[in-house]
DNA sequence: CGCTAATATTAGCGTAATCTAATATTAAAT
DNA sequence: ATTTAATATTAGATTACGCTAATATTAGCG
């Protein structure tokens, strides 16, 4: 499954905004989600599901609750997709800051 | 509509990797994604306008022929979404490339 | 042990997205 | 002026996706 096709749903999108802040249990995302686009508790669920399977998150159990976290591995891929169009709106990059990016990039496939 | 809705469909994508690469006529789009997922021209077409509308690719006349080339704007939008996971990435982030960092994002806002 | 709270799962429905087939448009060529 | 080549458009069919509603699971509490 392409990352784009995960993120290519708002509510998904929602979520991993929220992750992004840092972990937050299921029923904080079921908050936050419902606020914003008003769909059940199961609806959520169904979305993190998803976004588990694909390897957007991850969960650990605290007793009753589960913690979500982001993973940040497939948005990666997008960053990684997205070189190909830099050339774009970095024209004329400077060499310093050239280097600074493939070296990025290289360390990025080494890990 | 958000740039993630426009770029979770794997033709459009394809599209979009091609022009990266340059310039193309719709012709050459057809072909190429016709290779790849065995769409008609028809559904090739829909996809191209799909993108024009939503200000991925612009086009220019070329007698009966369509050039189409790749617009960064909305793809930057991806970029600037991704800054909010860059940190998980990138913990340890050097001074010097974090200035490098900001000054692409305040320029990405300013232009 | 029974109850409640937190979360996940399944089945089925409705809608939106994308495809095909057919047709329209436009420019050049003969 | 026809005809051909390149591309776009429209209408309709099909599929895929995300939602609700109902139900299941699991952990802790009294």
New binding site residues.
């Given amino acids: 499954m392409h990352a784009f ?1 995960i993120l ?2 708002p ?1 998904r999108r929602c979520i991993l905004e929220l992750l992004a802040t840092g972990e937050h ?3 904080d995302v ?1 908050a936050v989600v419902q606020r914003e ?7 959520v ?6 976004l588990r399977d694909a390897g957007f998150a991850s ?1 650990r ?1 605290d ?4 913690i979500y976290a982001a993973e940040p591995a497939r948005l990666r891929e997008v960053d990684d997709w997205l070189d190909r169009f830099r050339a774009f709106w970095l024209p004329r990059l400077d060499a310093l800051a050239t280097e600074v990016a493939r070296g990025k990039r290289k360390r990025r496939h080494r890990e």
Same sequence: chains 1, 2.
Avoid: K
């Fill in positions: 096709d290519g749903d509510v249990s299921s029923g079921v686009f008003g769909i059940t508790q199961s609806a669920s169904q979305q993190l599901r998803i969960v159990a007793g009753t609750r589960r």
